[in-house]
């Protein structure tokens, strides 16, 4: 089965002179990467089925002619023709998926170049599913964790600002028609929306500045990048958090490459390419200076700073033994379980707390204006 393969999927006799398979070099190059974007459960989809094709034992060409047959048109159709053309002319698969980065990233290439080397393609894309479906769930779990407390900041915000615009201003009217001396709490309330009312532009325009400035600040400067990172992982709770978090992707994406095969160093490469965390991308790297000058995994992990003691001493062990993937891949289920666990408790957490100080806003504004309000009909019952 996997011979079949391999002869639908010739490798070059040479690659690159820097030892990476060149991408995108060519005339064949300039159609690739086109079309918009594709979405991930596509590809997952697509990497389960081309898994599920080869290991019956068809060859590669006419898998991906099956698959793209029967995919809707759009980008993804259009990238599966593309692939299509170029294994039957002979190209490598891993090298034509090269060329469609935004579909296929460098760890799924990687891995497929693993499999084609050692003719077991059909299991490396069941693991490359297996990995995209643990990632898609873990990112499933946030989103959905996260979207009842966005739409309640949303709405709190948005009321209480109706509120301060254009309520507020209108018991200031009654309040001075009555000439009645106001509580150091109400003067507080009224000076807050005068401010909002007429600076209305800085009071919204700013922060809105900013989050462009931080945006584009992120994306176009490293050192700012990485000193908002280490600042992330900082925070008391949600740093701890974090930190879990990306112990269990490099864990886990580490462990997978491992295990197909890929070198230590290249598989320490693409984990560094992978992450988007500056403090984790010079942890990475760190380490692979280290382990490029003959050294063990292990020690270099915990100089870092950022994997736990349990973290390395597994690591340590798994060297020992033989069985680093295992021991990696380990390593990011019971990390992946706490990070769900610490998920689950800090929204439980946090839905109350946003309740409360929904509370105590509206509460403020309450006593703020009916304190006055109650020395208005005070006066007047006692005229």
Known sequence: MAKRIQRTTPRPRAESSSGATPRGAGPASSRKGRGGRVRKQLVTDFTIQLGTLSEAGIPVVRALTILEGQTRPGPFKR?????????????????????????????????????????????????VAAFREKAAEIRGKIINAMIYPIILVFVATGVVSGVIVFVIPKFQEIFDSFSVKLPRITQVLLDISYFVSTYWYLVFGVPIVLAVTHS?????????????????????????????????????????????????????????????????????????????????????????????????????????????????????????????????????????????????VVGFIVVALFMPLMEIMNSISSQ
């Open 216 to 360: 584009v600040l992120m994306g176009s400067a490293r050192g700012y990048r990485l000193r908002v990172h280490g600042l992330q992982l900082r925070i008391p709770v949600a740093g701890r958090l974090l930190r879990q978090s990306l112990i269990a992707d490099f864990a886990r994406t580490f462990g997978t490459l491992v295990q197909a095969g890929v070198p230590h160093l290249d598989a320490l490469g693409i984990v560094r390419d992978a992450t988007s965390n500056e403090v984790l991308v010079d942890g990475v790297e760190s380490i692979r200076r280290t382990v490029r000058e003959g050294e063990g995994i292990a020690r270099p992990m915990g100089e870092t700073g950022l994997f736990d003691d349990l973290v390395t001493n597994m690591v340590d062990v798994g060297e020992e033994t033989g069985e680093l993937d295992n021991m990696l891949l380990k390593v990011a289920d019971a990390y992946e379980k706490q990070v769900d666990r610490r998920i689950d408790g800090l929204f439980k957490l946090l839905e109350p707390a946003m309740l409360l100080i929904m509370a105590v």
């Open 79 to 127: 990238v599966l023709v593309d692939l299509t053309e170029d294994v039957s002319g002979g190209t490598p698969l891993s090298e034509a998926m090269g060329k469609h980065p935004k579909c296929f990233d460098e760890l799924y290439t990687a891995m497929v170049r693993a499999g084609e080397a050692g003719g077991v393609l059909d299991r490396i894309l069941n693991r």
